[in-house]
């Protein structure tokens, strides 16, 4: 145990001194975070101001006037009436932007009116993107409001009211809590960075310890020493493990951070989103972190032991980045719950338990099962790689 | 004290070593160490001569622990190396060409690192440590990153390291590989005082200079055997040609 001890606290201390894992355990978690929260709220932000302010261009195409629908159109004033575009032409106005909606009535739509009969009424638009789809929006209402309008009209004459063709009012009431609606999209986000920062956090360190011993030669006199290869293991695993969990803890606490600073968030909605925040779910969010450092930490050492280089450690770790993030992104799949058997699934299981850890409906049952699964992938991780590391061959490999 | 019985070590061929297609291969296995047997006596200085690739990296890493025997015995200050090998790291000092030392760490954080592996005390430690410092001329550089030192203050960084705990055994692996003259000079005659100071010594190098400067015994190694193993003065007496260098490649040319 002593000398456990003593090749934990060296190791520690040298890694705490290496600018490259002090930069993936601080400065890089409060990069990203800063850097997604803001771009992502502004560019959501500026697109749907610029979708509700943007003059339309509306080209609108009727056998007979119709001033009514035409009023309002313009009633927002940011609505411009094209007069000038040739109905033949409307797919390929609308195609080239210099229309951002055609509207179509039938050639009979008065008459169809009269009749008391149903029109067809076409609406031209491209929905490549997401600002003609907002600015869509606004065409549905005021569409909405004459189609309101007629209707009334044709009541009236039949000296109906509106409760006539509208038997049923439906009322949706939802009975979720706010916690559970935001659980559920802050639960979504939150396993993406923890996951990725504790692999990123354990990554560096778990290549220095291990690879790059084996390419300064430190390696060869740190075998040489009284220390067996299980204390040496387990004081290198620790360390990275220790690692991981630092960068994790560190992108909650940006998180956090961000969150309160931002001027983005309606204080109503940042209000509830601090409360989220609670001890206990940090601790439940905590204890998930441990084993999961754990296991990526065992996963990272033997892969690095096992390269002749830090080069080619960084590049056999790099791909295993992307084989993470897979199962963190089934996790944010609408309709993916946890359950017993998803709370098998490594990585998976977190990504879905923290969402409802963050909305307070996880199951006790369930949290225990995600726990025993990390446990024992992390015990079985740490076996492999002490056993790997008391191979001569993957131990002295290009050495 | 150092005692190689019969010592084999068998490798698998790397993919590499199969395309090169390694002499002294036997299907997909190479002896690095064929049947090895020599000693090392106290107060002596050990040479182990051989080309590159002789296996002379080998069965130092054997007789410091860091390999298992394929077959064979080694016993190093009286322990046997597969079954007491903590008791024999406790008694070995280990110096590679490569310094092995963390460049984040200081020469005084690097040296009391090793006195705690080696369950030092801390009076002893910090005793042993001073006199190693005066005596290396490490005093001046002690605080500073090994990272920014010169080769040659490494190296005094790496002897000290190798020093700290006073081992009885000291194995030298071409310690003075990429070194200039004036740090390699130091090292021969730290090795010289390890000598006088009663220590067994084992050095691998393939520089005929110093064999002839340090060696009391010497062994040949070639593909993994013993070409020769006598003192070193009986191997000036039987030499063939006119100098050390000129009988070394005779004895690896005619195996």
Redesign the interface.
């Known amino acids: 145990m002593k000398l456990l001890t003593i090749i934990f606290r060296k190791e520690l201390r040298d890694m705490l001194r290496d600018r490259r894992t002090l930069f993936f355990m601080i400065v890089m978690p409060f990069l990203v975070i800063f850097l997604i929260f803001n771009l992502s709220m502004r560019l959501g932000m500026d697109m749907e101001k610029r979708a509700q302010e943007k003059e339309l261009q509306v080209a609108v195409f009727a056998a007979g006037p119709l001033p009514e629908f035409i009023n309002m159109l313009q009633v927002s004033k940011k609505v411009k009436i094209n007069t000038t575009v040739n109905k033949k032409e409307i797919e390929q106005t609308v195609q080239n932007g210099r229309l951002d909606f055609a509207i179509s009535f039938a050639e009979d739509f008065s008459e169809t009116v009269d009749r008391e009969g149903t029109n067809e009424v076409q609406i031209y638009y491209k929905a490549s993107t997401s600002e003609n789809e907002m600015a869509l929006e606004r065409i549905r209402k005021v569409m909405e409001k004459y189609k309101q309008q007629l209707l009334e009209r044709r009541l009236q004459k039949k000296n109906m009211t509106a409760a006539f063709v509208e038997p049923i009012k439906i009322v949706e009431k939802d009975v979720s809590s706010i916690r559970e609606k935001m659980g559920q999209r802050l639960g979504g986000m939150l396993p993406y960075f923890l996951v990725i920062f504790c692999f990123l956090g354990a990554m560096y360190p778990a290549i220095d310890l291990a690879a790059g011993e084996k390419e300064r030669g430190t390696m060869e006199t740190l075998l040489v020493s009284p220390a067996s290869r299980l204390q040496i293991v387990v004081g290198k695993f620790l360390v990275v493990t220790a690692s991981g969990i630092f960068t994790a803890l560190s992108s909650v606490l940006w998180l956090y951070l961000v969150f309160r600073q931002s001027r983005m968030i309606p204080p109503g909605v940042l209000g509830v989103i601090l409360k989220l925040i609670e001890w206990k779910s940090l601790l439940l969010l905590f204890s998930m972190i441990i084993p999961l450092c754990a296991f990526f930490a065992a996963i990272l050492l033997s892969v690095s032991v096992f390269a002749k280089s830090y080069k080619e450690a960084q590049s056999i770790i790099t791909p295993l980045n992307i084989m993470i993030i897979i199962p963190v992104l089934i996790g944010i799949f609408p309709g993916i719950k946890l359950n017993a058997t998803t709370a098998l699934i490594p990585i998976l299981n977190i990504s879905l338990a923290t969402k409802e850890i963050i909305a307070g409906t996880i199951s006790p049952l369930l949290m225990v099962e995600v726990f025993l699964v990390l446990f024992v992938l992390a015990a079985l991780g740490l076996i492999f790689c002490t056993r790997w590391f008391n191979r001569e061959a993957v131990i002295f490999r290009g050495v | 004290m150092i005692v190689v019985e019969n010592l084999t070590k068998s490798?698998?061929l790397s993919k590499e070593q199969k395309k090169e297609k390694v002499v002294h291969a036997q299907g997909n296995k190479v002896d690095a160490v064929a049947d090895v047997s020599f000693s090392c006596k106290p107060g002596r200085i050990f040479s182990l001569l051989g080309p590159n690739g002789a296996g002379k990296t080998t069965a130092l890493?054997l007789i410091?622990?860091?390999?298992?025997p394929s077959s064979g015995r080694i016993s190093v200050a009286g322990f046997d190396t597969v079954k007491e090998a903590?008791q024999v790291?406790?008694h070995?000092g280990?110096l590679?060409g490569?310094?092995?030392?963390?460049?984040?760490?200081t020469p005084t954080?690097m040296i009391e690192?090793?006195g705690?592996?080696?369950?030092m005390e801390p009076a002893l430690l910090e005793k042993r440590k001073g006199d190693l410092f005066r005596l290396l001329g490490i005093e001046e550089f002690a605080g500073r990153?090994i990272g920014k030192l010169s080769s040659g203050m490494k190296q005094k960084v790496s002897i000290a390291?190798t020093m700290i705990h006073d081992p009885q055994v000291l194995v030298f692996d071409e310690p003075t590989v990429g070194l200039d003259v004036i740090t390699a000079k130091s090292i021969l005659q730290l090795i010289r005082q390890c000598r006088t100071d009663g220590k067994t010594v084992i050095f691998s190098t393939h520089i005929m200079g110093e064999v002839s400067l340090l060696s009391d015994d010497l062994a040949i190694i070639h593909r993994g055997r013993l070409l020769y193993n006598d003192t070193y003065d009986a191997f000036i007496r039987v030499m063939k040609t006119k100098s050390l260098e000129d009988e070394f490649i005779r004895r690896v040319e005619e195996a």
Request: cysteine-free.
């Open positions: 490798f698998r890493r410091a622990t860091m390999l298992r903590g790291r406790q070995i280990f590679t490569s310094t092995g030392l963390y460049e984040r760490l954080e690192y090793y705690r592996l080696h369950g990153r390291r």
